[in-house]
T-cell receptor, first 107, second 114 residues
Framework: GIQVEQSPPDLILQEGANSTLRCNFS?????LQWFHQNPWGQLINLFY???GTKQNGRLSATTVATERYSLLYISSSQTTDSGVYFC?????????FGKGTHLIIQP | NAGVMQNPRHLVRRRGQEARLRCSPM?????VYWYRQLPEEGLKFMVY????????ESGMPKERFSAEFPKEGPSILRIQQVVRGDSAAYFC????????????FGPGTRLTVL
């Protein structure tokens, strides 16, 4: 099945900073999603983005399908952004989560 | 417009008992996926079902685990003769069409095996 690698594994930032999280995948994908798992364990949909660029408030994402990667941008970080960010990639041949980026935003 | 529902939210079982986890997909969704998240780890795909059919069970352990999605009612993930290593959060997701479509996740069932 497809391999999905996320980087960095851990990230500690001060409130107000910007960050870029990356997801690389080993093969073409028809489905690429970003999630935020909050401290209570809930998975929050951020973006469904198999290709192109989307923005939602302080968050934006870009997927370059031909180069097999996706980026999640968080601007002006807030403490509530803390948690683990996962990407999910795949399609008809299977689905794989990355291992996540653990983000801590310090006040 | 309810999202994906899972119950129970927390389940405690003793070793050797059976665990039944239920998932009701979003209205209009006929594709269901089960994932397992072990403590301090990422999510691992287990099984993908469409109404009355298992599409992909490549992530399911070969023994003790089974899943179904009947024509009527929720999807069920069944774990027989649970062991301590089954303790995990089990998440269900649903999509309108196939696995290339956006998935929406339920709140998860946290299984603890004593």
């Amino acid at each position: 099945g497809i391999q999905v690698e996320q980087s960095p594994p851990d990230l500690i930032l001060q409130e107000g900073a910007n960050s870029t999280l990356r997801c690389n995948f080993s093969d073409s994908v028809n489905n690429l999603q970003w999630f935020h798992q909050n401290p209570w364990g809930q998975l929050i949909n951020l973006f469904y983005i198999p290709s192109g660029t989307k923005q939602n408030g302080r968050l934006s994402a870009t997927t370059v399908a031909t180069e097999r990667y996706s980026l999640l941008y968080i601007s002006s970080s807030q403490t509530t952004d803390s948690g683990v960010y996962f990407c999910l990639g795949g399609g008809a041949d299977g689905l794989t989560f990355g291992k996540g980026t653990h983000l801590i935003i310090q006040p | 417009n309810a999202g994906v529902m899972q119950n129970p939210r927390h389940l405690v079982r003793r070793r050797g008992q059976e665990a039944r986890l239920r998932c009701s997909p979003m209205k209009g969704h006929s594709h269901v996926y089960w994932y397992r998240q072990l403590p301090e780890e990422g999510l691992k795909f287990m099984v993908y079902l469409q109404k009355e059919n298992i599409i992909d069970e490549s992530g399911m352990p070969k023994e003790r685990f089974s899943a179904e999605f009947p024509k009527e009612g929720p999807s069920i993930l069944r774990i027989q003769q649970v062991v301590r290593g089954d303790s995990a959060a089990y998440f269900c997701a649903s999509s309108y069409r196939g696995s290339e479509n956006e998935q929406f996740f339920g709140p998860g069932t946290r299984l603890t095996v004593l």
